[in-house]
């Protein structure tokens, strides 16, 4: 069983920043990749950024390019999204996916449950 729990959200200006964590935990061999999808109201979720845990390989949606960044921690099973010059357009609940090795031979995909970002003045 392997636990994905994001932090870190909520209500933020126009222009301001967030930075968000997601940790997996539980019966995790290794980590291949994780990544944040984002789902705003009434929109079909979307992919924001991923990272590949080994190389160190990351990816971003041309929306959000050059304004958000994702990072993990190689010590521990987090990954974060740092947020800046929000707009409401980003406002959506943040999801986080991570891909792992949870048996010698198999690997799994496990969604958190997401995190709110609310961009408002």
């Known amino acids: 069983q392997v636990q994905v729990v994001e932090s870190g959200g909520g209500l933020v200006q126009p222009g301001g920043s967030l930075r968000l964590s997601c940790t997996a935990s539980g019966s995790i061999v290794s980590i291949a990749s994780m990544a944040w999808h984002r789902q705003a109201p009434g929109k079909e979720r979307e992919f924001v950024a991923s990272i590949e845990w080994t190389a160190d390989i990351t990816r971003y949606a041309d929306s959000v390019k050059g304004r958000f960044t994702i990072s993990r921690d190689g010590a521990e099973t987090t990954v974060y999204l740092q947020i800046n010059n929000l707009k409401p357009e980003d406002t959506a609940v943040y999801s986080c996916?991570?891909?792992?090795?949870?048996?010698?031979?198999?690997?799994?995909?496990?969604w958190g449950k997401g995190t709110l970002v609310t961009v408002s003045s």
């Open positions: 996916y991570t891909h792992v090795q949870v048996l010698p031979d198999r690997y799994g995909g496990y």
